[in-house]
C-alpha cells in the first residue's frame, strides 16, 4: 500500500509517516540538486558577465546565486541530521551571507572611487536571465512542496529542514 496503513475500525487509510518522510525527504533532495545546479550555473555566468560588463550589481548578484547554492549544498548535507546539526548550517549560512554583502560593500566603494561604466546590454539581458533563472527555482519549490504536500500531508513539506536557503 506505500507506507499507507489501514484502520482496522473506520476502514480509513491513513499514512505511515516514517514512509513518508523518508519519501519527502528524497522529493527534497531532488528539488535541491535542481535548485542547486540553476544557482551555481548562474553564478558562473553572471562572475563572468558581471566582469565583462564592469558592473558591481552583476558581480553582487552573482554572490547572492552563490550564496543559495551554497545554502542549498548544506541543506543537502544536514537534511535529516539532528536539529543541533541544521541550527549550526543556518548560522553558517547567516554569517557567509553576511561576509558576502562586506564583500559586496569593498567592491561598490572601489568603483565610486574608481569610476566605470557598466554594459547596459549585457547587464539588460543578465538581468533578465537571473530573473528566469529565480522564477524557475521558486516554481520548481512551489510545485515539489505542492505535491509533497499533496501525497504526504502538509507537515511533511515543514520538515525536516526547509527548501529555502
Known sequence: MNGEKKNRFTGSVSCD?????ETANGAYRRV???VLVINASMFAGEVFAGVIANSVALQ???LDF???AASYAITLMVLGLAIKWRA???ILKGVSMGLF???VLGLTLYHVIHPHLP?????????FLALTANVLCCCTATAAATAICCRYGCAAVTTPSPISP
Open 66 to 68: 552563490l550564496g543559495d
Open 60 to 62: 553582487a548578484d552573482a
Open 88 to 90: 549550526s548550517a543556518a
Open 32 to 34: 535541491l540538486w535542481t
Open 101 to 103: 554583502g562586506f564583500w
Open 119 to 127: 554594459t547596459a546590454t549585457i547587464m539588460g539581458g543578465v538581468g
Open 17 to 21: 509517516h516514517d514512509a513518508a518522510g
